[in-house]
């Protein structure tokens, strides 16, 4: 794959080739997307590398079922493309020194400690990043940010691989390298289908050629019209602001749910009357327990500590209230929960529906369900919690406890978790609980029992013939 590069008087030079793309970071955005990128560009050597042995050995697991990444349709493409042009490794200097394109796609959490701690992000790994790619990269490299940015981090990459730029000690051609922002926009859980069919692909940068080298790689299998092409500043940026927007559609409706329940409106309608404007759509409209996932909370405080290092405390206040509002609607599922079953949970066995953030994932990053399950405990309740996907030693570790018969324990199936339980909290909207036949479940329950729904996914018509109480999210018929 060739790509024209053009010299700072417009002058034609020598074509980009990207032969070899290496992605530092095997995680939930490397590993899906590198292997989309194998898929559509069977020419391109994919070279995926992480710190952890354990990661890569996962990914390179025979058994499909283990990948370390549970996405539907995952396992298709790594079987296609794992050992042809996907390789998995922990070999990170020598696939950095192969590559013409290195990624860094990895974790950029929220700071604990020193300054900005609690909201700035953590940018330790991706300074590592950059210095190791200044370290190990040969001839020119492009290096292109996938990991969400706080606005203006290319201008440390690229001070970083600035220091390394120049020839080298023996004959091979002086190093040279380009930077650019290629934020990445997939959801867990349909990560394959938003890769292969993205809204939009976008990429900041300030060098022509290496920023249509990459617009090349997606224009294998992304229509041209989709890749959108912004300065740096505004490709970081944008990033932010789509997982700000996006949480503050859920937090509005959330803040919206409990005004339907105190007033006898009903949130599902309300969403639907709302969404039927083109101007504010129907995605996105879905009352729940909350937001999870490792990115929105992240990236909001992120915005919030960028915006106020600017001068900007009422634009922080803003979007703080975004992340202030989801804590409190987890929150207050916790309460609701204790209050309908007669103020006390003590000693009460509850069945918890769904620990993952959504559904078709494993991801239990910052899960509703965390939350919820930490006040409860705290309540003295005994949780019996089931989840299709989750280990549960990850449930453990969220939990900060291992399973214990006064506490929690882990369930296989719904049915072992409903068996003697007050109530029945579904915090994921997984498929199967959507297919629960209640006639069977309701006299496995402690009576009177109670279904929380904070998904809002249950029908109180499929429960008129069981004697169970339903409360639904954003709805008054409890
Ligand atoms: P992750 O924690 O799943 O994966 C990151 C990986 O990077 C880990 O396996 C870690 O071992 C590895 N790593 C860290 N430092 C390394 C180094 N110096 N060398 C080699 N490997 C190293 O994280 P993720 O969910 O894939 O997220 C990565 C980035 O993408 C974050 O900035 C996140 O905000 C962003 N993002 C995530 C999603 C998502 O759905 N998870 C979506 C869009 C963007
Ligand atoms: C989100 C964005 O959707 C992606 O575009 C972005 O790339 C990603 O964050 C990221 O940067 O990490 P993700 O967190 O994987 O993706 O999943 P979402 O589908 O956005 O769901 C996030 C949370 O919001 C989940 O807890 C989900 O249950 C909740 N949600 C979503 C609702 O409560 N209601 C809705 O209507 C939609």
């Known amino acids: 794959m060739t790509t024209t590069a053009f010299t700072a008087a417009g002058a034609i030079a020598a074509p980009i080739q990207i032969r070899t793309i290496c992605c530092i970071g095997a995680g939930y955005v490397g590993g899906p997307t590198m292997a989309v990128i194998a898929d559509r560009c069977p020419d391109i050597q994919v070279l995926v590398v992480d710190l952890s042995v ?68 953590d940018l330790r790994w991706v300074e590592a990043c950059a210095r190791q790619v200044a370290r190990s990269a040969q001839g020119h490299t492009i290096v292109v940010e996938k990991s969400t940015l706080p606005v203006r981090t290319a201008e440390a990459v690229k001070a970083i691989l600035d220091a390394a730029q120049g020839p080298q000690a023996n004959s091979t051609p002086p190093r040279t390298f380009s930077v650019l922002s290629n934020p990445e926009f997939l959801a867990e859980g349909t990560a394959i289908s938003d890769l292969e069919a993205p809204d939009r692909v976008l990429i900041g940068g300030e060098d022509p050629a290496a920023i249509a080298a990459l617009a090349q790689v997606y224009g294998q299998w992304v229509n041209p019209e989709k890749i959108l092409r912004t300065n740096l500043w505004s490709s970081e940026l944008s990033k932010l602001t789509a997982n700000a927007f996006l949480a503050q559609r859920i937090s509005s409706i959330n803040s919206i749910a409990s005004l339907c329940e105190a007033t006898e409106a009903d949130v599902e309608e309300v969403a639907r009357a709302i969404g039927a404007d083109s101007r504010i759509g129907s995605k996105f409209l879905k009352a729940g327990p909350g937001f999870g996932g490792s990115c929105f909370q992240k990236d909001i405080l992120n915005l919030v500590y960028l915006c106020r290092h600017f001068g900007l405390s009422e634009v922080a206040d803003y979007w703080e209230s975004v992340v202030t509002l989801n804590r409190w609607q987890q929150h207050r599922i916790a309460a609701l929960v204790v209050q309908k079953l007669f103020g006390t949970v003590i000693g009460k066995r509850i069945a918890i529906l769904g620990f993952a953030f959504k559904a078709d994932t494993n991801d239990t990053r910052e899960s509703p369900a965390i939350s919820i399950c930490l006040d409860l405990l705290e309540e003295g309740a005994k949780l019996a919690i089931h989840d299709p996907k989750v280990d549960p030693a990850q449930i453990a570790r969220d939990l900060g406890q291992p399973s214990a018969a006064d506490a929690w324990i882990p369930c296989d199936d719904v049915t072992e978790a409903l068996d003697g339980a007050d109530a029945a909290v579904i915090l994921t909207e997984w498929q199967a609980y959507r297919e629960l036949d209640w006639d069977v479940m309701a006299p496995l329950m402690r009576h009177p029992a109670w279904i929380f729904d904070g998904r809002g996914m249950m029908d109180f018509m499929a429960l008129t013939s069981t004697n169970l109480h339903l409360w639904r999210v954003g709805c008054s018929n409890a």
């Open 54 to 121: 354990e990661r890569i050995a996962s990914w390179n697991d025979s058994d499909l079922t283990r990948l370390p990444v549970y996405e539907p349709g995952l396992d298709g493409v790594v079987a296609r493309c794992r050992g042809r042009n996907l390789h998995f490794s922990t070999e990170v200097d020598a696939a950095i020194a192969a590559a013409d394109m290195v990624f860094i796609a990895v974790n950029t959490p929220t700071k604990t400690r020193g300054i900005g701690a609690g909201q700035a992000s």
